[in-house]
C-alpha cells in the first residue's frame, strides 16, 4: 500500500522482487513491487509505504497516548478493581493515532490515557470513552 505525500489516496500494487539479503548496516531490505499509475504517480515524489502481509487478521490497537516508553520498555497502564496496573507491551504497527499491541495486553482490558506517573497500585476513576475501531479504549483518570 502507498500514500502520495499530499494526497488522501491509497494505492496498492504487489511485491515483485525482494533482494535476497538485508544491509548489514542499514538493516533495510530491497523491495521492487508492481504499482498501476493513473497518472497520481511521478519520479521524485515521496510516498509512505506499508507491506501488508496478512491483511485479514484483526488487530489489538490502543490510542498512541496511552503508551508509555521507558529505558526502551514499551508500557500501558491497564485498570483493575479501581487500581492501575503496569503491563509491559510489544507493538507493531502504528497509525497517527494509535499503536497495534503484539503481546501483553487482552482486548477489552481498559487503559490509562496519559498516564504520567501513575503506577502499580494506585487507585484511579474511570470514565468509558467510545471504543476505536480496532481496540476496546477507555480513559481512566487519576483521582
Keep these: 500500500r502507498?500514500?502520495?505525500e499530499g494526497h488522501t489516496n491509497v494505492i496498492t500494487g504487489r511485491i515483485a522482487r525482494l533482494s535476497p539479503a538485508i544491509h548489514?548496516?542499514?538493516r533495510m531490505l530491497l523491495v521492487e513491487a508492481d504499482i498501476p499509475n493513473d497518472g497520481l504517480l511521478r519520479a521524485g515524489q515521496f510516498v509512505?509505504?506499508?507491506?501488508v502481509t496478512q491483511d485479514r487478521d484483526m488487530g489489538l490497537a490502543v490510542p498512541a497516548e496511552a503508551l508509555i516508553t521507558f529505558?526502551?520498555?514499551e508500557?500501558?497502564?491497564t485498570v483493575s478493581d479501581g487500581k492501575a496496573i503496569e503491563k509491559t507491551v510489544t507493538t507493531g504497527r502504528?497509525?497517527?493515532e494509535w499503536v497495534e499491541i503484539v503481546a501483553g495486553l487482552k482486548a477489552g482490558e481498559?487503559?490509562?490515557l496519559n498516564p504520567g506517573n501513575l503506577?502499580?497500585?494506585q487507585p484511579v476513576t474511570v470514565n468509558e470513552r467510545p471504543a476505536l475501531q480496532t481496540s476496546k479504549a477507555s480513559e481512566a483518570v487519576a483521582p
Design 94 to 96: 502504528r497509525g497517527p
Design 2 to 4: 502507498l500514500r502520495v
Design 119 to 121: 503506577r502499580t497500585g
Design 24 to 26: 548489514e548496516q542499514s
Design 75 to 77: 508500557k500501558v497502564v
Design 48 to 51: 509512505r509505504a506499508e507491506i
Design 110 to 112: 481498559l487503559v490509562v
Design 71 to 73: 529505558a526502551g520498555l
